[in-house]
């Protein structure tokens, strides 16, 4: 496998390892090391480490412990690198109470500085954060960075702040990631005052803020419609030397898209493939949403063909984009061939599909298909919500069939659909008034006419 010519080294061969493991061929790296051993180089703890990384990330874990035994018996000591990386192996697997063993055995055998993986959902990782402190290991930076960022992806800004404040009277420096994750949080909930903050603060402490942090923000502020903020934020970062990456362009087209500013969004999507980024599905998406939500029926549909084109698999918000798009132009037949090739492609409806096709078919007075799709949604396991109801509740209302809209009403009472109830059940009450006024302006009508028919016979009489 190795050349004649290659001076053969426990550093060139460990550095050869690395590079077919990051290639995912983890068996030429293990014919490699097996290799070096007949050859008489034995194996370091860098080289072990690292095809046992290349185990875990292709979720080979238990070739990873059948190497680390290996390791032992050729007396080259597991460190805290490996121990961690079959911990998060384990972890990727869900194997989460052998991960939290592997831990707390590195924990016993005084390899102590700062364990960095936590494991499990946040009620586990919340316990182990918390046994950690018991047995006297101290938390470092990504210990608590790990922690905060899970606290906001539960929507638990409060901890997350509170974890943030007890890092640094810990003593224990923020890094670029803690921020990140900070800033992230922030921005994904509209908070975008606190995030702005957060950033500048980094910057004084001397943590250089990286592409994550840039994109984060630039996300808040484009789904806020702050376009001047993205578009400095964007040059700013070019500025210092921070390279933007698929996630910066998609965040920066889905921004302008939704101000349908598309001369900047489609300026973007050829800048981004110009400096060597590819287009993925969140940017098409993005684009096609936005089209759709205009009317540009045509560009969407281009933009459509392009992504099949380049092997891009539309997903099921791509088609539910164009479904609703074509319906908003009254192109039933459309959005209907549309529907039918999702089945084909095997790309499964949901709920936001169906409630798209039954709200487009009430407004279109076809009832009967809206209620053979929403027949059709209960077989297939999709449940309805209240957008859903409210859609075959106002065609049955428009319709004057207020018995079958009752029946739904009830219906999606007995189901516990609670969200908008209240405004259903007011839509319900002012047809009622209305059909009433209407009723009492007939009968006033013809009893005004009856009395006028009757003064003209008895003056003709």
């Excluded at 290659?6 to 493991?21: A, L």
């Excluded at 194997?95 to 494991?119: P, Q």
């Excluded at 039933?332 to 095997?346: I, P, Q, T």
Aim: aromatic residues 8%.
């Amino acid at each position: 496998m190795v050349g004649a010519d290659v001076e053969i080294t426990v550093h060139s061969m460990t550095i050869v390892i690395d590079g077919f493991c990051k290639r995912g061929e983890v068996d030429k790296a293990k014919d490699l090391m097996e290799e070096m051993v007949t050859k008489g180089i034995e194996p370091n703890v860098v080289t072990y480490n690292t095809l046992i990384n290349g185990f875990c990330m292709k979720g080979m874990v238990d070739e990873a412990l059948r190497l680390k035994t290996v390791m032992e018996q050729k007396s080259s000591k597991p460190d805290v690198v490996t121990y961690n990386t079959i911990a998060i192996g384990l972890c990727k697997l869900k194997r989460y109470k052998e991960a939290k063993s592997w831990l707390f055995t590195m924990i016993k055998r005084g390899l102590n500085h700062n364990v960095v993986t936590l494991i499990g959902n946040l009620d586990e990782a919340k316990k182990l954060f918390e046994e950690m402190e018991k047995r006297g290991v101290r938390p470092n930076d990504v210990t608590y960075s790990v922690l905060i960022d899970r606290y906001f992806k539960k929507g638990n800004l409060e901890e997350a702040k509170r974890l943030f404040e007890e890092m640094e009277k810990m003593g224990v420096r923020p890094n670029a990631v803690t921020y990140g994750a900070l800033i992230d949080g922030y921005s994904k909930k509209g908070n975008l005052e606190e995030a702005k903050g957060l950033f500048v603060e980094m910057e004084k402490m001397g943590v250089g803020p990286d592409t994550i942090t840039y994109n984060a923000l630039i996300d808040g502020y484009g789904k806020k419609g702050e376009l001047k903020e993205v578009k400095r934020l964007f040059e700013e970062m070019e500025k210092k030397g921070v390279r933007p990456d698929t996630i910066t362009y998609n965040a920066l087209i889905d921004g302008y898209g939704k101000k349908w500013n598309f001369v900047e969004a489609n300026r973007l999507f050829v800048e981004m493939e110009k400096v060597g980024f590819k287009p993925n599905l969140v940017t098409y998406c993005a684009l096609i949403g936005g089209h759709c939500k205009k009317g540009n029926l045509k560009e969407a549909k281009w933009l459509f063909e392009l992504m099949e084109k380049r092997g891009v698999s539309p997903n099921i918000a791509t088609y539910n984009a164009l479904i609703d798009g074509y319906f908003r132009k009254g192109n039933l037949n459309e959005a209907n061939r549309l529907f039918e090739e999702m089945g084909e492609k095997g790309v499964r409806p949901n709920t936001i599909t169906y409630t798209t096709l039954i709200d487009g078919h009430d407004k279109k007075w076809n009832l009967k298909e809206a209620n053979r799709l929403f027949e059709e949604m209960e077989k297939r396991g999709v449940s309805p919500n209240t957008i859903t109801y409210t859609a075959l509740i106002d065609g049955r209302n428009k319709k004057g069939n207020l018995k079958e809209a009752r029946r739904l009403f009830e219906e999606m009472e007995k189901r516990g659909v609670e969200a908008q109830l209240n405004l259903i059940r007011k839509e319900m009450q002012e047809h009622t008034y209305r059909c009433a006024a209407e009723v009492k302006k007939m009968v006033e009508d013809v009893q005004i006419e009856a009395h006028y028919l009757d003064m003209v016979e008895r003056e003709a009489a």
